[in-house]
T-cell receptor, first 117, second 115 residues
Framework: AQKITQTQPGMFVQEKEAVTLDCTYD???????LFWYKQPSSGEMIFLIY??????QNATEGRYSLNFQKARKSANLVISASQLGDSAMYFC??????????????FGPGTRLSVLP | EAQVTQNPRYLITVTGKKLTVTCSQN?????MSWYRQDPGLGLRQIYY???????DKGDVPEGYKVSRKEKRNFPLILESPSPNQTSLYFC??????????????FGPGTRLTVL
């Protein structure tokens, strides 16, 4: 069975500082993808970044980067230069079975990030 | 504009009154899925569909039904809603499998309250 663990229910960061949100995962699938989504208070789910299990380099998207450590089964999200608009709930997710249809999609419980002015 | 739409966005109903939440996508995605979001639990998958007429249970399917008669639509049916189904529901779609499986596109969510 697949599982995502996010051990930080809530975090605070000062504006303009970097912050790391932790995510560990468990899967027996050889091919999988890891995702981070942002959910602001308005409720929509916003895709941030993707890392494939076979990708050699860590994914980056603007201020977001994914620190992928495959042997440790961790996929931490790093947000550089935090902004007030980054205050939101962040979900780590995994899609397994990518050698087939990729039908297994599991989310972690989320981390609520608050950016302080 | 590529999007996933859900209706209604908000619904208050009573125990036992059948309801349907519609979901439609315009991206020709094979894969569609329903999730419920509850505080402290993240998103949990209810049902998913890999293509027309192909559906399967997710982690929390009890009390829900789905159908996939057309590629673009994936309605969620609650035959006899109960208060423990009060939640925020998301529909999502994506391409299916392999290296093309990047992100899921989410609908705006449906907040359901069952009294």
């Amino acid at each position: 069975a697949q599982k995502i663990t996010q051990t930080q229910p809530g975090m605070f960061v000062q504006e303009k500082e970097a912050v790391t949100l932790d995510c560990t995962y468990d899967t027996s699938d050889p091919s999988y993808g890891l995702f981070w989504y942002k959910q602001p208070s308005s409720g929509e789910m916003i895709f941030l970044i993707y890392q494939g299990s076979y990708d050699q380099q860590n994914a980056t998207e603007g201020r977001y980067s994914l620190n992928f450590q495959k042997a440790r089964k961790s996929a931490n999200l790093v947000i550089s230069a935090s902004q007030l608009g980054d205050s939101a709930m962040y979900f780590c997710a995994m899609r397994g079975g990518l050698d087939n249809y990729g039908q297994n999609f599991v989310f972690g419980p989320g981390t609520r990030l608050s950016v302080l002015p | 504009e590529a999007q996933v739409t859900q209706n209604p966005r908000y619904l208050i109903t009573v125990t036992g009154k059948k309801l349907t939440v519609t979901c439609s996508q315009n991206m020709n995605h094979e894969y569609m899925s329903w999730y419920r979001q509850d505080p402290g639990l993240g998103l949990r998958q209810i049902y998913y569909s890999m293509n027309v007429e192909v559906t399967d249970k997710g982690d929390v399917p009890e009390g829900y039904k789905v159908s996939r008669k057309e590629k673009r639509n994936f309605p969620l049916i609650l035959e006899s809603p109960s208060p423990n189904q009060t939640s925020l529901y998301f529909c999502a779609s994506s391409l299916s499998g392999g290296g093309r499986a990047r992100e899921q596109f989410f609908g705006p969510g449906t907040r359901l309250t069952v009294l």
